[in-house]
């Protein structure tokens, strides 16, 4: 079982900048992967930014250049720094970790969600 725990969002004006944090606990686990998902009302959550433990890195389209995301392995931690952000960034940021089982499968933990707010 993996615990995820997310801080940092807010309230933001729109340009401003936000970094969220989360951090993976649990016992004895290893994982795989570790990101950020969004969903704002109405929409479907989607995939903001993912980090693999094999050293790639994804980001949505709509949020390349302004987004970076920073994890640590031997922490368990993952970071995602929000520049330049706009209004259509407002969403519940959600953090996600796929844990890596033997022998699989490999199984996907959500955080509770952190609001972010832009908005002048």
């Known amino acids: 079982q993996v615990q995820l725990v997310e801080s940092g969002g807010g309230l933001v004006q729109p340009g401003g900048s936000l970094r969220l944090s989360c951090a993976a606990s649990?016992?004895?686990?290893?994982?795989?992967?570790i990101g950020w998902y969004r969903q704002a009302p109405g929409k479907q959550r989607e995939l903001v930014a993912v980090?693999?433990?094999?050293?790639?890195?994804n980001y949505a389209e709509s949020v390349k250049g302004r987004c970076t995301i920073s994890s640590d392995n031997a922490k368990n931690t993952v970071d995602l720094q929000m520049n330049s952000l706009k209004p259509e960034d407002t969403a519940v940021y959600y953090c996600y970790a796929v844990e890596r089982r033997f022998p699989g499968p490999n199984y996907g933990y959500w955080g509770q969600g952190i609001q972010v707010t832009v908005s002048s």
């Open positions: 980090s693999s433990t094999g050293g790639s890195i």
């Open positions: 649990g016992n004895d686990f290893s994982i795989n992967s």
